[in-house]
Structure formats: structure tokens, C-alpha cells
């Protein structure tokens, strides 16, 4: 198999060739038809998170590999199938859910794989993706049939858009007249009020500092938009206003100190605070004030293979409105991470292999 691989964190991909993978018992082998380019493969490649306060997690020191073919919004076709693999044939479409845990504890059988608590497997981080011409999805039930879906759309579900959509589960059960508060309007931001809209939800609050940003949040349909400058007390005081109450849920899908700070405060009773973003920094929590009014602070990382069947179900059923993406040819893939780092890119960039 061919993959355009990370050799050296910080340096252009190669173009290598590896052996191609042998499919065994339950596993699948993908020929890759469409791969996302996501911003944490820019982490990846740089080969490190950053803390903040000069600290940085190395991504080696936490297993990952090199060489390695990045990419987890993977699209591809059936090549091979392992002699205990069922329910899919050769020649079938389908997206790759790629946040693998060890894949037989009852955290993965329950099909929490994300959760796994004994292994994290995730393709395209710890094993190779879909940056490369071949990919091995270790049972059947990773994978999804994206349908008439555009593969290119389909391939971005299982990234940015579980992510949302997980949070947004987290959030539930809220009537459709309750609000909910989406800090954040770039990608995220915007995915998560389309999916909401999508779930019929009708009172949908975006915070941001831009209002550039502000106005792309109410063009995709936000209620509201708060402005998010100014000190803590501020935009809670503003995310009240506009919600007319403290409110019930909030997702943060920036997580940094400031952002933190005004979501707790703007938490009614039995509210709940969900932190998706890895911008980075520290939250203090007032004790007394969680137990007295039944708070909750939750963090969410992307999802599980059943939320990713049901956003393609949602996605199928015409109501979740298509993201702007532009495909590259995957051997592009550097330049295509590239753009990416330089922020030259609005909507999402999807390597397309040549034969797809
Ligand atoms: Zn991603
Ligand atoms: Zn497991």
C-alpha cells in the first residue's frame, strides 16, 4: 500500500510504501476513498499538544509511531474481508469509525470504543488512516453505509461531526423551547447549530468574540448571538439576558479559561456544562455552589460508532444541511495540511484517492 506518511514530526509527508495489510478474523481492509483533513492532524504532524505555560504533551511519549498515515475521516471501499467478517462484501462504501479502543472489553462490546479505558487504537493516530491507500477496520460495526451521501460530506461525520453531535446528546433531554448555548461559531460552532437545527431544537444561543463570526452563526440559523468579549461576569450576565434565565445546558466548544469562567456562571440550576474545545487553561470551581444547585461539569471527546449511525441517519433523512468542503487529490495531502496550518480554509478540506 501506498501512504502519504508522517516520517519526521514538523517535516513534509512522504510518499512511502508499505506492505499492504492482511485482513484476519473479524477485520475489514478499505481501499480509502476520501479522508478529511482535521485541525488535530496538524498536532499529530507537529508531534506534540501544547499545554500552555511552556508545557507540551509529546504525542510519542503517548505511543503514537512513526511512520505513520494520519487521517480519521475515512471514507473507503470494501477490498478484503477476514474470514469471521460479516455483513459487508467487497465493493461496498462505507465510513471508517476510527476512534478504536481494544475492541473486546465491555466498554468497546457496548460500543463506548472511544471510552475504552484499556487501550486507545484510534486509526490515523495510533495506527495508520486515511492517509494512505489502505485501511483496517478491526469488525464490521465500525463501519457505517454513508448511502447516497456525498463520501466526501459523509467522511467529515466522524470527526467533527460526531463530536457535536455527542456533546449535543450530553445536553439532552431539553424541550425544543429550552436554550442551549454553543460557545464558539467557527467550524464547531457552526456543525453543532446545524445539528441542533436538525433535532428540531428551536432556541439555540451562540457566543463569540468575532462578529464576523457572530453574524455566520445567525446565517446558520442561531436564535441568538451574545458577544463574548469582556470579563467573566459580563458575558454570563449577557447569556442570561439573552437566554432569559440562567441557563440549562451550555457546550464549550472552545474550553479555555475565559470561555470557562462565563459558561459556569451563566449555569442555572441543574445546569450543565459540556467541554469539548482543547484551547486550553484552568477552571476554579466554587464547591458549595455545584452541590446547592445541582451542577454538572462534563467533558466530551468525539463519540462512539452509535452516535455515528445516527448522525448518518439524521444526515440521510435530508435534514442535516450539507458543510462546505473541497476535495484535493490525496497525494496532496502536505499541501492540503498546509493550507490547513496557514488557515486558509473555510469549510473542510477531503483528500480524494485517485481512483475514487
Ligand atoms: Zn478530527
Ligand atoms: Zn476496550
Known sequence: MRAWAVVENGKPLQEIELPTPEPTGTEVLLEVTHCGVCHSDLHIW??????????????VDRGVKLPLAMGHEIVGRVAKLGPDAKGVKV??????????????????????????????????????????????APHPRHLVDPGTLDPAI???????????YSAIKKCMPLAPTQPIILIGAGGLGLNAIAVLRALKHQ???????????????????????????????TVSARIIEAAGGPVPA??????????????????????????????????????????MRALTVQGSYVGNPKELRELVKLAQDGELPALPVATVPQSQAYDALMRLKDGKVTGRLVLKAEAA
Not at 467541554?275 to 458549595?288: D, K, M, N, R, Y
Open 46 to 59: 507537529d508531534g506534540y499538544y501544547d499545554l500552555g505555560g511552556g508545557q507540551k504533551m509529546s504525542l
Open 91 to 136: 465493493g461496498d462504501l462505507r465510513i471508517v469509525f476510527p476512534w478504536l479502543g481494544c475492541g473486546t472489553c465491555a466498554t468497546c462490546l457496548a460500543e463506548d470504543d472511544n471510552m475504552c479505558a484499556i487501550a486507545t487504537r484510534a486509526l490515523g493516530v495510533f495506527q495508520n488512516g486515511g492517509y494512505g491507500s489502505h485501511v483496517v
Open 154 to 164: 459523509a467522511a467529515t461525520y466522524a470527526c467533527s461531526g460526531i463530536t457535536v
Open 203 to 233: 432556541n439555540i444561543i451562540s457566543v463569540d468574540v468575532s462578529e464576523e463570526k457572530r453574524q455566520a452563526a445567525l446565517q446558520a440559523g442561531a436564535t441568538k448571538v451574545v458577544d463574548g468579549n469582556g470579563d467573566a461576569q
Open 250 to 291: 451550555i457546550i464549550d466548544l472552545v474550553n479555555g479559561t475565559a470561555t470557562a469562567r462565563f459558561a459556569f456562571g451563566a449555569l442555572g440550576k441543574g445546569g450543565k456544562l459540556v467541554q469539548v474545545g482543547l484551547f486550553g487553561g484552568e477552571l476554579t470551581l466554587p464547591l458549595p455552589i455545584m452541590a
